[in-house]
């Protein structure tokens, strides 16, 4: 786990109350796995009346990159919006089933989903600096948010995360140039930074690359190589080779069901079900 | 995209098969001029060899083009890594039909020491290997892989009966132990392409079921 910074996040709890995860007993805490960081556990997303997942029960290995891959509409987006709450958010979306991080399921009515989103950060698919902040702001926004005002503590937060996010060396001397000042490659490395200042554990990613040209995402996925060393990773990829580069284990969703998931070496050499191998060679979608 | 992929893992396919055509050719034919000791057949051969070599570096630059270009995954990744393997053994059953074509060079005029029985018998049952065990790959049939495999043993068992009886003749008569020499090596060289006929077999394997089989010709691996 990344080493905590004494930004005071750390110690927030996961809970709305103090002592709701104890009261709750079993419900809401189970004895974690070291070797999980998170799990889903029969997890459904529903639109309305519209299925986006389906019983989806998979495992999420610490300090590992689990790329989620299928083709356009498979749910692999919503299983990954699913992992930090962010369907709270979408109207007429209803969750089932179970996410576990770290031992305790997210989704128990206990849980802060605002500290939850804390831990497990986000970064989409477009670049998402916000326009009128500088880069420093940028970054440490999210620690403004929750009140930080230190200016030591940002400042050293602030050039964790650029350092972290391999952009420190291409901004340090301009910090207070507007985000939307930086190309798009160092802007998405902008919004990474932005994600790990709040010292998250897991990271989702949204096809973070599809919209950066071959050298910024060859940076991306040399980060992501660096990055896992500290928090697990979970991405979207349309890109059959980047997730056979940079995953450890990668599975594979069809019309809202996880068709089979296992080591990213297995998928792409030898796939156990035929729809997988249909789909990883560019037989359908 | 992938139909052009397709299309040309078919091209690729074919030219194997071309390749295993030329080297049945080359070995029918070395043992055809050692039996008929035709000297100059024995050099057409060795002059040939060079075809076959030629014909596995193209095979392999297609192989390295698709890979580059296509980014084969699963099926599509094994059958150009089989591919891969199975051209340099049939390379080396070239090499080895050269070889035996060497020996008639070598052996010029002077008969056989004994009459060629066991070795174009085990010329027929390793040409017959090689044959089924393109059709094997061309049906992606591991299962006659396995058993094809099985008749190296056949091979094996000939190669040694020739020793023994060339190691007889040998001590019988220390005179001819060099024209002896010539028959023990030509005997080695279909031997050792039955052990490449079995690499194959275990290529066939892997491209079907994703496993890397080691050692198919020990009978506990051919069930």
């Known amino acids: 786990m990344l080493q905590k910074i004494s930004s005071g996040i750390s110690e927030m709890s996961y809970f709305n109350s103090a002592s709701a995860g104890e009261s709750t007993g079993l419900k809401n805490k189970i004895p974690s796995d070291p070797l999980l960081r998170m799990e889903t556990r029969d997890l459904t997303v529903k639109y309305g009346s519209v299925t986006g997942v389906k019983n989806i029960t998979l495992p999420v290995y610490s300090n590992k990159v689990l790329a989620l891959i299928g083709p356009s509409g498979c749910g692999k987006t919503t299983y990954l919006r699913a992992l930090n709450r962010m369907h709270d958010l979408t109207r007429g979306a209803v969750v089932s089933g179970e996410v576990w991080l770290d031992g305790h399921n997210i989704y128990h009515s206990d849980m802060n989903p605002v500290i939850v989103r804390r831990r497990i950060g986000m970064v989409f698919q477009k670049p998402t600096p916000f326009p009128t902040m500088s880069i420093y702001d940028n970054v440490v926004a999210g620690l403004k948010l929750v009140g930080i005002r230190n200016k030591k503590l940002l400042n050293d937060v602030c050039e964790r995360a650029l350092r972290q996010a391999a952009l420190f060396e291409e901004v340090k001397d301009r910090l207070k140039d507007p985000g939307a000042s930086l190309s798009g490659g160092q802007q998405q490395r902008l919004s990474i930074a932005r994600a790990l200042a709040v010292d998250p554990e897991v990271l989702l990613m949204d096809e973070?690359?599809?919209?950066?040209?071959?050298?910024?995402?060859?940076?991306?996925?040399?980060?992501?190589?660096?990055?896992?060393?500290?928090?697990?990773?979970?991405?979207?990829?349309?890109?059959?080779?980047?997730?056979?580069r940079i995953s450890d284990h990668t599975a594979f969703f069809y019309m809202g069901d996880l068709v089979e998931t296992g080591p990213t070496q297995s998928i792409f050499t030898k796939p156990k079900e035929s729809r997988t191998e249909e789909y990883i060679t560019g037989r359908f979608g | 995209?992938?139909?052009?992929?397709?299309?040309?893992?078919?091209?690729?396919?074919?030219?194997?098969?071309?390749?295993?055509?030329?080297?049945?050719?080359?070995?029918?034919?070395?043992?055809?001029?050692?039996?008929?000791?035709?000297?100059?057949?024995?050099?057409?051969?060795?002059?040939?060899?060079?075809?076959?070599?030629?014909?596995?570096?193209?095979?392999?630059?297609?192989?390295?083009?698709?890979?580059?270009?296509?980014?084969?995954?699963?099926?599509?990744?094994?059958?150009?890594?089989?591919?891969?393997?199975?051209?340099?053994?049939?390379?080396?059953?070239?090499?080895?039909?050269?070889?035996?074509?060497?020996?008639?060079?070598?052996?010029?005029?002077?008969?056989?020491?004994?009459?060629?029985?066991?070795?174009?018998?085990?010329?027929?049952?390793?040409?017959?290997?090689?044959?089924?065990s393109l059709d094997a790959y061309a049906g992606r049939d591991a299962e006659n892989a396995r058993l094809i495999s099985a008749d190296d043993d056949k091979v094996d068992e000939l190669y040694h009966q020739l020793l023994r009886e060339l190691i007889s003749i040998m001590i019988e008569n220390p005179r001819i132990i060099t024209r002896c020499t010539y028959l023990m090596w030509t005997a080695h060289n279909l031997e050792r392409i039955g052990d490449r006929v079995t690499n194959i077999c275990e290529r066939i394997i892997f491209l079907v079921t994703g496993e890397l089989v080691e050692n198919l010709d020990k009978p506990e691996n051919q069930t």
């Open chain 1, 208 to 244: 973070p690359t599809s919209s950066l040209d071959p050298q910024s995402t060859n940076r991306i996925e040399e980060l992501i190589h660096t990055l896992k060393k500290q928090v697990t990773i979970v991405i979207v990829t349309h890109n059959m080779q980047q997730a056979a």
């Open chain 2, 1 to 132: 995209m992938r139909s052009a992929f397709q299309e040309h893992l078919r091209e690729l396919e074919s030219e194997l098969f071309n390749m295993g055509d030329m080297v049945i050719t080359s070995i029918n034919r070395s043992v055809s001029a050692l039996k008929e000791q035709k000297l100059e057949l024995a050099k057409q051969i060795r002059r040939d060899d060079s075809r076959i070599n030629d014909k596995r570096w193209q095979i392999e630059e297609q192989c390295i083009h698709l890979i580059a270009t296509q980014q084969p995954v699963a099926t599509q990744l094994r059958e150009i890594i089989a591919v891969l393997s199975i051209i340099t053994d049939l390379e080396r059953m070239g090499d080895y039909a050269a070889g035996i074509a060497k020996i008639v060079i070598k052996m010029g005029e002077e008969p056989p020491v004994k009459p060629l029985i066991d070795i174009p018998r085990m010329a027929e049952i390793a040409t017959a290997m090689i044959k089924r």
